[in-house]
């Protein structure tokens, strides 16, 4: 059952020019291979820190898919990571493919002006561009713990994004271009009362102002003209109009939200030009955002996230007829990027030729990622599900060894029992062989049957961990539903991989 172990190493798969579902990635073991198809409906790998989960697995299964020239996408939490990937690079001749996104920003995408400029009937509409905005922010929220379900948390959130809505029309229809510096100027300099709004002292300095001239005098189609009238009454009726406390609120909410993408780093990367999209993984590109979490903090966790959602919403609405190379979006420590997103797109990307590569700890990580309680419980639990290829290392978290064990499920067993009971005597003659001389005492045997877990929880503490104490070989207990591998005959399998020494 050692997959990795018996693969040929010195002839990788030649890379197809038409992917099909059923192309084979690697194999589990000599008769249990794993393909496109499979890899498309996601992989969730979970092992203890030093278990050899990202040396073992992962290593494999990058390895493979860069070999048959996936594209793909890849995200980092610690600062070794591009160096791990340059080398994965190299030793499959795809190093003039790895494309860095670093604090350097020579790699930018103005992701708000992408959304309103891109090809497709959906291109375009303001409440995409917001909703993009929106979801990118759950992290931050996450993050500082704002909002935390409450009513009024709610309503001030709803009013932000009101807001915005009216900004991007704003600044489109006078620009044709947006980010999020033209969105805050409009914000800044919006009339905050009804008298603001007839002065001219404050039009010809307010920002605001100069987008609603230019927006009125440029051609609009019907629906522009009409969206035009709903911006002015918000920003020259109903903002100047609303109770101080109400709007200087709603103000304060978008510009915590804004604050972020408007200095330093993050402004570079996505509030200027574009020189990246996330189109580029369709032809082959490896994007690596070399912004970990470890060195970067809350700024490089945000900036993945942005770029994962882009990258989602990009590969979800490609043509896989025209563009059928399939792709990976892959994430180590991934509770640093998961978002309540996933759960949708992971129902869909099978469609999409796009593997999604999951690595972790443990579920508690997942768990406590999407908010902890019922809600981030059922969102966890949605994800996993559609993550069907799952990999078990090492693990001494019982919450996740008992998870395991009952997602592979119980079966029928049989326990057989015995038992037999002689006096003082009749223990003296079976000790010297003479037992059958007495007729007395007595014996029993039975069987029983149960229903017990296939794998016992604690065969998860048991798996090796690679290292030279362990000859460089890392144990997994691979399950996939749905399929029996020829192998165990069964749901799951448990095989092994070698770490490079």
Known sequence: MLGRLFRPRSVPPARPKRWELTDEILRWSREDPWTLGNASEGVFACGATGSGKSSGSGRTIAIAMLNIGFGGLVL???????????????????????????????????????????????????ENI???????????????????GREDGQFWKQGALKLMRNATDLVSLATDSISVPELVRVVLTSPQSPGQVSDRTF?????????????????????????????????????????????????????GWADMLNRGVLRELFCTDTTITPQAVENGKII?????????????????????????????????TESPRPVFLWADEAQHFITSYDMQFQTTCRAARVATVYLTQNVSNVYAALGGGDKGRAEADSLFANLNTKIFHANGDPVTNEWAASLIGRSRQFMASGNSSFDNDQRWAAAVGLDWLDGGGSTSAGFSETFEFEVQPREFTRLRTGGPANGWIVDGIVFQNGRTFAVSGRTW?????RQRP
Request: net charge positive.
């Open 130 to 148: 917001v909703n993009l905005f929106s979801t990118v922010m759950e992290i931050r929220e996450r993050n500082t713990g704002s909002g935390g």
């Open 288 to 320: 690596l955002i070399d912004l970990p979490v470890k060195e970067f903090g809350e700024v490089g966790q945000f900036a993945q996230v942005l770029w994962k959602y882009c990258f989602q919403r990009s590969i979800e609405r490609r043509n896989v």
């Open 76 to 126: 980092t939490a610690k600062s070794d990571e591009r160096a791990l990937w340059e080398s994965y690079c190299r030793a499959t001749n795809r190093s003039g493919d790895l494309v860095i996104v670093d604090a350097a920003a020579k790699m930018r995408l103005n992701f708000l002006d992408a959304e309103l400029n891109r090809a497709g009937m959906g291109g375009g509409l303001t």
């Open 203 to 255: 039009q010809d300095g307010s920002f605001c102002f100069q987008c609603l001239k230019a927006a009125d005098q440029k051609p609009k189609s019907a629906r522009q003209l009409h969206d035009f009238g709903v911006v002015c009454d918000f920003f020259l009726l109903e903002w100047p109009r609303l109770a101080e406390r109400t709007r200087s609120v709603i103000q304060a909410t978008w510009m």
């Open 493 to 497: 399998l448990k095989t092994a991989f």
